[in-house]
Each structure stands twice: as structure tokens, then as C-alpha cells.
């Protein structure tokens, strides 16, 4: 993939200020992630690798969201295995990356968005903040978390996000696992700072080594999980009668009405 000069981004604001770079999701009102978003993620992601002096990396959105998950209007028969292809390799980069990344969540987090929060290596919640994984709701599930979260937060925990669509504050997500810490939005500025503080006295060739080793086991689980996740959500739960039910009652403002096939 090209990358792109800065003034070609229309959905995140990217700024590089080593050893900082910071990629901000810029979609009002919610932050919805599109087809165009993940090109921009992607394209921000790879001219971030080719920087060695840039060791961190922070994510972040708004005080009204983070980002309220993947665009819903994308999840129609003719574009899902492209879009959710595309947002995964979104995901691997961001798995794959040797920097450090950091999330500061405020607002909504909702699915896709919660999942691009949970990959990150640091995360940084506004307690009053919205976790959710509401994929269930919609005749769907996120498979991300499916791979990833029972390891973060354990097996109990993470059944019940993705199994009823449950939503915690960000006082829960630092009590379950899911947020290194948390406090009052006017606050999660000067929090992401230290962090960042910390991490810039230290040194990035053993950051980078250092990350590698951390999820060096995990990291091997993870991609045969998420392509076993993917692989069910297009053979098995894309041929069903209510993963359309639930978008199209989604985007028609309605109740869905289940069938159970």
C-alpha cells in the first residue's frame, strides 16, 4: 500500500511529533469506522513502521466517541468480506507493529471500535466512558474480541460482552482487564502524557524487542483464532436469515424479528 501525504487524510487527523505519532479516528459525530477510515489507517500505520524515530504511537477520538464501531451500511451482502478484510488488516497491523501503542478512550467504544482499543498495547479509559461489543444485537458478532478478549479479560468475562451485547463504563473495563487505567475525561490527556513520559526515557530497540516477547505466544493463538472467526462469520453466519435481519432492521430503525436460521 502507498502512503499518502498528510493533507490526503479526510477521516483521522495524523500528526508525528517523534517520539510520538498520533493517529485521531475524525468522523463525526461518532467516529463510525468506513472502507475509506481503514484505507487511512492502514496508509498512516505502514509511513509510521518506516519511522524509527517514532517508538509510540496514540490513538484516540473524541469526547463524544472514540469510535462507535465498524459503518453498519457496509455490512451488506455485496461489501462484508471486503470490508471486514479490510478493517482485519487494520487489526494484524496494528498487532504487528513494533512500536508502542497507546489508546485514549473517551465516549462511545463501541465494537470495531472497542476491538481497535483492545489491540492496543496501553489503554486509557475516561471512567465515564461506554464499552461495549453490541455486534449480538444485530445478528452478528465481533470477531476480534471473539479471539482476543477471553485472553485479555478471562473466558467469564468475555462471554458475557459478546454474548449479550452488555454495556461497562470505563471503571469496569479498568476492573475487568480491558483499560490500564482510568479517570475523568479532562484527565486522560495528562495520563497518555506520563505514559508516553515513561516510555521516551527508555530504550526503543529493546521497547521493540521487549513487545515482540510479550505477545510472542499470544500473537500465534490470535491469527488462528480471528482467521477461524472470520472464516464462520462469511461460510456459516452470513448465509443466515437473521444477520440480515438484524442490519436491515438496524438501518430501517426497527425491531428485528428473529427467525433463528
Known amino acids: 500500500m502507498a502512503t499518502?501525504?498528510?493533507?490526503?487524510?479526510q477521516n483521522i487527523r495524523f500528526t508525528t511529533e517523534p517520539p510520538v505519532a498520533?493517529?485521531?479516528l475524525s468522523r463525526?459525530?461518532?467516529n463510525v469506522i468506513d472502507m475509506a477510515m481503514m484505507e487511512e489507517l492502514?496508509?498512516?500505520l505502514e509511513q509510521?513502521?518506516?519511522r524509527p524515530d517514532i517508538p509510540i504511537v496514540v490513538f484516540s477520538g473524541s469526547p463524544k466517541a472514540f469510535s462507535a464501531g465498524v459503518e453498519i451500511a457496509e455490512h451488506t451482502p455485496e461489501k462484508?468480506?471486503?470490508?471486514l478484510r479490510k478493517f482485519h488488516s487494520v487489526i494484524r497491523m496494528m498487532l504487528a507493529t513494533k512500536k508502542v501503542t497507546i489508546a485514549a478512550v473517551e465516549g462511545a467504544c463501541l465494537g470495531g471500535g472497542a476491538e481497535v482499543a483492545l489491540v492496543c498495547d496501553l489503554v486509557y479509559s475516561a471512567r465515564d466512558a461506554s464499552w461495549a461489543f453490541p455486534e449480538i444485537k444485530l445478528g452478528c458478532y465481533p470477531p476480534v474480541a471473539c479471539a482476543a478478549l477471553a485472553a485479555l479479560i478471562g473466558q467469564k468475562r468475555a462471554a458475557d460482552l459478546i454474548l449479550t451485547g452488555c454495556q461497562i463504563s470505563g471503571d469496569e473495563a479498568l476492573a475487568v482487564g480491558l483499560a490500564t487505567g482510568a479517570a475523568r475525561g479532562e484527565e486522560i490527556t495528562g495520563m497518555v502524557n506520563d505514559a508516553i513520559e515513561r516510555l521516551s526515557q527508555l530504550s526503543p530497540a529493546a521497547l521493540k524487542i521487549a513487545k515482540k516477547a510479550f505477545y510472542a505466544w499470544d500473537a500465534f493463538h490470535l491469527d488462528k483464532g480471528l482467521q477461524k472467526a472470520e472464516n464462520l462469520y462469511f461460510d456459516e453466519l452470513m448465509k443466515t436469515s437473521d444477520a440480515a435481519e438484524g442490519i436491515n432492521a438496524f438501518l430501517e430503525k426497527r425491531k428485528p424479528v428473529w427467525k433463528g436460521k
Open 22 to 24: 498520533r493517529i485521531t
Open 42 to 44: 492502514l496508509a498512516a
Open 80 to 83: 462484508i468480506e471486503g470490508m
Open 28 to 30: 463525526p459525530p461518532l
Open 4 to 9: 499518502l501525504p498528510k493533507s490526503a487524510y
Open 48 to 50: 509510521i513502521e518506516q
